[in-house]
């Protein structure tokens, strides 16, 4: 094997530290040398979630013996035996002594394969952990997948996640506190939040959080094989330790004060230390920033008028894993009391748990998972027992630091026997509607219990299942609740049918109802939220602080906030410029957004600029009208893609080709991210974001029918008739993004080179809309109900929808996680059997206006928003905002690589996207898909509801509808003074 030696310099994020290392390049794979190839390791992720050979970590702990080794091996990750990336085996990056870290790290990319070979002289469990420095990356969770000789243990190792650390960049005020900024109205404004790497050592866990404890692994003596596979995010290594599992929980309270009474630990006295919780001094995610509460005068400070940053937490404070740190100093030795103004109002009839540490140890077992329960209000709340007297707390004099942890707890395994419930639930629903389809007929006897032996059986371990939920339920609320309704009512469900399996026709739709709503409450119970005003400690002989709020005081806070709301304009965000020579600008989305944006235009492109900013939240429906008025704004951002080109031939829109840099400017996009804006030689808009179609698919339905992805329609053809034969099919909603899917693929064009009359009289669209409606006709694909809730209960196990839906899945059906995969949309097979995926794609846009006072100015603000530094910003700011439901679809292209996507998701996402075409503005072109649709419909509707109408052919229809088509474009182009045919 050839081996070429070269001297290249990696530069990693770390500190400002430069490092040159020598890399050996291969010209063959390590996998020529018997190693396992990343091909490999990719496939059995991708398969981990639906493969029964890969058991889940409950069923691997019983299957092995109780036994604890007493010794630690620890492997240096400078050892490394593999380090491969993109099929090439090359030399690792490393340095010494980072950041006061002894030794030699290596850094471990977000694609690169790391191996070890280790020896194991005992059999037992082991407990891995990493020491990581968490390096610059895509501000996410890094996240890795263990495997041990070439095997993946257990399913829970497929997707480790190690957090990074977090600070607000406020400025400290040297009492514990800190400066917060503020706009010229008086409002706190957010602080940004930045990342504060430091080298951490993290057990292996749940990334779910379903499995609470540090995960274990059981090794058999003798020499092993460990890899680490790549998923998210670069790290720093500097090593893996395989510890001791046994390592004892902390011992219950009463145990732990007798053993501290023992050695005459007594109270302290006269101490009160109280710490403001928006202080924090740390936290995992930067989601977790301080927040404004100004709906109570209880909370500190607060204030009727004005945004104060006053609390922390609440909603984005509810994900497991995600924990805030505070530091404190004590100033002599002995128990203390801890209380906290906290609020809990989102989740009634049941806690939330935290995991509470002093200094990163519990101080006994029931802070693993303290309960906060329910109420309406802001509350005092001192850390105690069930019997109601607080805990006392030991700490030594000094600085101390305290951790809040979201965790699962109690619920844990409540919460995943549901999960398994949901996903049993969805299985008999699909094994019922093979036989009676998602209509029965209400006069058939299906002869359910003859056709379906094994159903009740099925039925009645799923009721058992929820039966034994629903107490443990009751067991851990302490009491019953309307939470559980939902988990009841699909019980005595179940119960009904057990009893009579007939009458499961009648009740499909209540059943998948029932499902959908144990889906709904599985969701919301792994959300945790909890918000906190202030922790105090304090010794036993102070007594609580904080005096209550009186009823006068909260009528009077009300009133003012009630006369405030009539003097201050909400629509305005942050700072408000009386400077004429300002920009307005418009924001059509919604306050988070819009407050997000204000943030970052004070902080960055004011600054930088001078240039002030007015941003004003809007109806973008108001924005034609408020121009032609005088009254519009000089520039709008998150604008409807069909809009620019239209309002700029009104002019309303100015065309940025006036400005000489645009062709610089434009080079951030995608040809397909601009195709909607551009019209004649001019460009009305710059893109701001952009999505298309892709195809998402259930592993485990195609595992269990022996289908494979389809690549071509050819292929979605066959699987539709193998999906029709169990009562499913593929979900995919009319619309133009199938249509220009369906067009571009069949080698059709919107209209002709010079937009003076539609192309769609072509053979090539008619090809394109034949087989559109036949999708539709012959398939009888639904055309209404939303594929995303039927892609969930399964009966659509393969969609074609907008890659946006990745976000909603993520967060909202927890009940899939790892059953579904996203592909590029199905395509033609061209001659040289190559696949054409062409799609159209659509997105939003930012505009300048024709009475823009400055156009300069604006030119200058537009170029700073589609720049990578400023949409890379803004999407990690909605995802800290927000979560991952709120992942921005930007279309410039360095921006779109640097969100958080896991590897192989952005991988199939650049794919599509290069096939991605756009679609085309002409005048009078909101005629075009308007009458596509008329023609869709023609052909589609049933003959018994087309009132006696004809019946036309998919040609005839599309041209028939084409004729309108053309008048309207001739009408526009004579409206607007341009040339005709």
Known sequence: MRRMTTLVTLVCCLGGFVMAVPENVFAEPAGAAGALPYAYFSGVLDTAAVNDGIPAYSAYTAAYPLVYPDNEIIIEASDYSRYERGGQAVTAGTVVGFDGMAGTSVMAEEDAILEYTFTVDEAGWYRPALEYYPVEGKSAAIQRALFIDGELPYRELSRVEFPRVWVNTAEPDGQGGYIWSKDNQGNDTRPAMAEAPEWIIQPFQDADGYVTAPLLVYLTAGEHTMTLFPIREPALLRRVAWGRADTALPLPYDETRASLDALDAEDSSGVSVTIQAENAARTSSQMLYPTQDMGSVSVTPSSPKLLLNNTIGGNPWRLAGQWIEWDFDIPADGYYHISM?????????????????????????????????????????????????????????????LRMEATLGGFSQIISQVRDAVYDLNAIYRKVIQLTGVAPDRFRDYQVERSLPALSGEMEAARDLLSDVIDRLQAEAGKRSDRERALVTMRDQLAQLIGDNELFPRQINSFKANVRACGTWLNEAMLQPLALDEITIYSPDVGETGAGVSFIQSALFEAKRLAYSFMIDYNAIGNVSDDSEGITLWVGSGRDQANVIKQLIDDTFTRETGINVNVMLVDMSTLLQATLAGQGPDAAIQVGWDLPMNYGLRGAIRDLADFADLGNVLKRFAPSAIRPYEFDG?????????????????????????????????????????????????????????????????????????????????????????????????????????????????????????????????????????????????????????????????????????GAKEPDKVWEFMKWWTSKETQVAYGREMESLMGASARVPTANLEAFESMPWPLGDLNALKAQRAEARGIPQAPGGYFTYRNVNNAFYAVTTPAADRAGQAVVTPREALMDQVILINDEIRYKRTEFGLPLE
């Open 341 to 401: 103004k906290v609020n809990q109002n989102l989740k009634r009839g049941i806690y939330v748990s935290r995991k509470i540490t002093v200094d990163g140890i519990a101080p006994f077992s029931e802070m693993e998972d303290y309960g906060f329960t329910f109420a309406q209000n802001w509350r005092r709340e001192t850390l105690s027992g069930t019997d109601g007297e607080p805990y006392r707390i030991y700490l030594k004099a000094g600085h101390h630091t």
């Open 682 to 850: 001019s460009v009305y808009a710059l893109p701001e974001t952009q999505v298309f179609p892709m195809l998402f698919y259930r592993k485990d339905i195609l595992a269990e029918m022996g289908l494979s992805v389809p690549r071509t329609w050819d292929e979605v053809s066959v699987a539709l008739a193998a999906l029709a034969r169990s009562q499913m099919e593929i979900g995919m909603v009319p619309g133009e993004n199938i249509w220009s899917m369906l067009l571009y693929q069949n080698g059709g064009e919107y209209y002709n080179e010079e937009a003076t009359r539609s192309a769609l009289d072509s053979e090539e669209a008619a090809r394109a809309f034949r087989q559109y409606t036949e999708l539709y006709t012959d398939y009888r694909l639904d055309r209404v109900t939303s594929v995303e809730e039927r892609f969930r209960t399964g009966e659509c196990p393969m969609i074609v929808a907008d890659y946006s839906l990745y976000n909603n899945l993520q967060v909202s059906a927890p009940d899939l996680r790892g059953l579904w995969g996203m592909a590029p949309a199905p395509g033609i097979m061209r001659e040289d059997g190559s696949i054409d995926r062409s799609v159209g794609g659509y997105g939003g846009a930012c505009v300048m206006m024709r």
